[in-house]
């Protein structure tokens, strides 16, 4: 419905040398409105990331994320930053990974298949496959049963 509705707007109220730059121009506002930064979103849909709730969600244009994925509300996923020189790493994310809200999952971390990351957790470590992961820096806390 949206793209139908980008395009009726492009194509009748706007000539068409300025199609792109509207087109653009709402994609963007979305991006505003909703707080989020997500570059490859697309790619990301494609493999069954689900947002529950999309605001305020930050995901770098390198990070790997698995299939059928949640994400939560206020989530960032992204490098650490830092000298020029140094390399920047991004975290992997496997397959049925649930990270809750406000998490922060930085550097170069994996997250491993049907893992559980608790709200408000900051993630600097690897997490093994089918664990839960919470606390400030994470920690374990138990075993995900219902994988």
């Known amino acids: 419905m949206k793209k139908l509705l980008v395009k009726l707007i492009c194509s009748?109220?706007?000539g068409k040398d300025r199609r792109k730059r509207v087109r653009n121009m709402l994609i963007n506002r979305g991006r505003i409105r909703n707080s989020c930064d997500i570059p490859n979103i697309?790619?990301?849909?494609r493999n069954g990331l689900i947002m529950r709730h999309p605001v305020g969600i930050v995901i770098?244009?390198?990070?790997?994320?698995?299939?059928?994925?949640?994400?939560?509300q206020n989530v960032t996923i992204g490098t650490k930053h830092g000298g020029s020189k140094v390399e920047r790493l991004y975290p992997v994310i496997g397959n049925n990974v649930r990270?809750?809200?406000g998490s922060v999952?930085?550097?170069d971390v994996s997250i491993g298949d049907s893992s559980v990351?608790?709200?408000n957790s900051v993630v600097t470590k690897d997490i093994p496959?089918?664990?839960?992961?919470?606390?400030?820096?994470?920690?374990?806390?138990g075993k995900n049963e219902s994988w």
Not at 42 to 45: A, I, P, T, V
Not at 129 to 141: D, H, L, N, Q
């Open 129 to 141: 496959a089918g664990e839960i992961w919470a606390g400030i820096p994470a920690r374990f806390i």
């Open 99 to 101: 990270i809750y809200a």
């Open 42 to 45: 697309k790619r990301y849909l």
């Open 117 to 119: 990351v608790g709200a």
């Open 105 to 107: 999952v930085v550097g």
């Open 12 to 14: 009748f109220v706007i």
């Open 60 to 72: 770098s244009k390198n990070v790997e994320i698995g299939r059928n994925c949640t994400v939560y």
